[in-house]
């Protein structure tokens, strides 16, 4: 064993981390308040609150390095266990990515376009932003929505007063609404020396506010698109003196494209790293954290990535697809949630669609037990 990584959430997300560093020598502890959390796996699982500081310096005993695979990590965890290991990425990715103000502001002073956006503190603020932003718009908490929760769209006038009952009337961002060509996101690794690598940017499709497809690299990306896509994320890492890999969500809107989420972390449109790509997003998380060479963000040919939903589909029938890779996160199944997902790969587009699509067929026919 050369390292031990502390990892604070023990999900799907600390599962692969483990995954991809059981064969760097690493071993892992995560915290995470669910006793079966699917990390459980591949590391010693302290089962505790992420905001219980003693469960989580129980978590870091002897840790090499702690990390993080949620961004709802409250931000006092990360940084009290600061004085016993290096915690990476930094806390104050954190802070940022926790507060949609926080969030886009940051991106903002960056030079980082994003819908245009206002703080709203109360039912008189929303009504006044209404007149600037104009309709449609949509207003968001500022902290804890994630997966299109805690959301409205204001379409008139009308829709003001139910839309701030709607969040629950507290602290939100108005944003324009955009009306984008597609969704993408972009992926990057920054080193401990500073060094930056980008996968290639992805698209994504949503259904109920809940990534559904990946395809990676996005079709159609050419370098002025991933130029753009790099530009949406490369001065944040630098500005955070990030350690790690970390996602920006994006819009694709003509020649433009806009932010609009920062996940501090690993995240589910890089799951095709894992056979997508020359060095998946895991090993290059563990690599930067660790001090270690990064490895090459390339892709290996075209792919895509499809979450199971609710219940995992037919096992046989996935295997027998040529270039399907199945992880199953041996999680109950429940409405909404995510349970695993499928990466299909194959040497050229043409092939992929062929491939892709009865995996998307068995996917939605997967049924809750
Ligand atoms: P978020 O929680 O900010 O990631 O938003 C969830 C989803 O809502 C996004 O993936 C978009 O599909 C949609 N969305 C969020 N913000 C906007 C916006 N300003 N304009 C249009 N659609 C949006």
New binding site residues.
């Given amino acids: 064993m050369q390292a031990r990584v502390a990892v604070l959430g023990g999900g799907q997300l600390g599962w692969m981390l483990g995954l991809a560093g059981i064969p760097l020598g690493c071993e892992f502890a995560f915290l995470d308040p669910v006793a079966g959390a699917t990390a459980g796996a591949v590391g010693e699982l302290i089962v505790g609150a992420l905001d219980d500081v003693v469960a989580a310096r129980r978590a870091a005993e002897n840790a090499t390095v702690v990390t993080y695979e949620w961004e709802g990590v409250p931000a006092a965890t990360a940084r009290a266990l600061e004085s016993g290991a290096p915690v990476c990425p930094p806390a104050n990715a954190l802070d940022v990515a926790q507060d949609r103000i926080v969030e886009k502001t940051k991106l903002r002073d960056l030079g980082v376009a994003t ?1 245009p956006f206002v703080a709203i503190d109360s039912l008189d603020d929303l009504r006044a932003a209404v007149e600037e932003i104009g309709f449609p718009s ?1 207003l ?1 908490t500022r902290r804890g ?2 997966d ?1 929760k805690g ?1 409205a769209v204001l379409r008139d006038p009308a829709d003001v007063d139910a839309a701030w009952s709607k969040v629950g009337a507290v602290p939100c961002i108005l ?4 009306t ?1 060509d597609r ?1 993408l996101s972009i992926i990057a690794v920054r080193g401990r020396d500073g060094e930056i690598r980008c996968w290639p940017a992805v698209e994504n499709h ?1 259904l109920d ?1 809940i990534l559904r497809l990946t395809r990676a690299p996005a079709p159609g990306l050419d370098d002025a698109l991933q130029d753009r896509a790099e530009a949406a994320i490369r001065p944040l890492l630098e500005d955070l003196v990030y350690v790690g890999v970390c996602c920006v ?1 994006l819009f694709d809107v003509g020649d433009a494209v806009l932010a ?2 920062i996940a501090p972390r690993v995240h589910n449109s890089g799951h095709w790293t894992i056979e997508g790509a020359e060095t998946s997003q895991f090993e290059n998380h563990l690599r930067a954290i660790l001090g270690l060479p990064l490895g090459a963000t390339t892709s290996r040919g075209p792919s895509a990535m499809v979450n199971c939903i609710g219940a995992m589909p037919d096992r046989d029938a996935i295997l027998r697809i040529p270039g399907a890779h199945l992880h199953d996160y041996s999680k109950a199944a429940r409405p909404g949630r995510k349970v695993g997902h499928v990466t299909v790969t194959a040497p050229e587009p043409e092939t992929l669609e062929a491939r892709l699509t009865p995996v998307i067929a068995l996917c939605d026919r997967a049924v809750l037990p």
């Avoid at 944003?175 to 955009?178: A, K, N, Q, R």
Wanted: glycine share 22%.
């Fill in positions: 819908a949509v968001k929505g994630y299109g959301q944003e324009g609404f955009v984008f969704e949503h506010g969500e609009n989420e």
